[in-house]
C-alpha cells in the first residue's frame, strides 16, 4: 500500500508540473512542495509515525475540501469557466486524496512500518555489538 500511494503521488506531481511548466506558471514554492512530500514519504518509509498520521490527516482535509469545492461548484457559488470540468476535477482529487488517507490509515501499513522500525533497530544494535569490543575498558588509554 505504502508503494501504491507514492506512486500515486509521484505520478501527481509529475502531471501537475508538466501542466504548471506548460502554462509558464512553475514556481520556486513548487520544489519546496515536492521536497517536503519527499521526505515525509521518506519519514513513513522508515517507521516514523507522526509522518504517516500527518499524511493521513493532510489526505483526508484535502479529499472533504475537495467535496466542499464540488458542492460550492455545484451550488453556483465557485462557477468559474466550465463547471462540469472543475467539478470531475476536484471528484478526481477527492477520491484520490481519500483513498490514500485511508490506505495510509490501514493497520497494514503501522505493521510495514514497525517492521521497519524493528530493522532500523536491529541494524543500531549490530553497529554498536560491531563498535563494543574497541570501546572496553581494557583497550581504552588512561
Known amino acids: 500500500m505504502v508503494v501504491a500511494v507514492i506512486a500515486a503521488t509521484a505520478v501527481t506531481e509529475l502531471v501537475i508540473t508538466?501542466?504548471?511548466?506548460?502554462?509558464?506558471?512553475?514556481?520556486?514554492?513548487?520544489?519546496?512542495?515536492?521536497?517536503?512530500?519527499?521526505?515525509?514519504?521518506?519519514?513513513?518509509?522508515?517507521?516514523?509515525?507522526w509522518a504517516r498520521w500527518l499524511l493521513v490527516g493532510l489526505s483526508l482535509l484535502t479529499a472533504a475540501l475537495s467535496l466542499v469545492a464540488v458542492a460550492l461548484i455545484a451550488t453556483?457559488?465557485?462557477?468559474?469557466?466550465?463547471?462540469?470540468?472543475?467539478?470531475?476535477?476536484?471528484?478526481?482529487?477527492?477520491?484520490?486524496?481519500?483513498?490514500?488517507?485511508?490506505?495510509?490509515?490501514?493497520?497494514?501499513?503501522?505493521a510495514f512500518q514497525a517492521a521497519q522500525r524493528r530493522t532500523v533497530a536491529d541494524d543500531t544494535c549490530e553497529a554498536a555489538?560491531?563498535?563494543?569490543?574497541?570501546?572496553?575498558?581494557e583497550n581504552t588509554r588512561l
Open 129 to 137: 555489538a560491531l563498535v563494543k569490543p574497541f570501546r572496553s575498558p
Open 76 to 110: 453556483g457559488r465557485l462557477a468559474t469557466g466550465t463547471p462540469t470540468f472543475a467539478s470531475l476535477l476536484f471528484l478526481g482529487l477527492g477520491a484520490l486524496t481519500g483513498a490514500m488517507g485511508l490506505a495510509l490509515a490501514s493497520r497494514w501499513v503501522g
Open 18 to 49: 508538466a501542466v504548471k511548466l506548460e502554462r509558464g506558471r512553475f514556481k520556486g514554492s513548487d520544489v519546496s512542495r515536492f521536497l517536503f512530500t519527499a521526505w515525509l514519504f521518506t519519514s513513513v518509509w522508515s517507521g516514523r509515525a
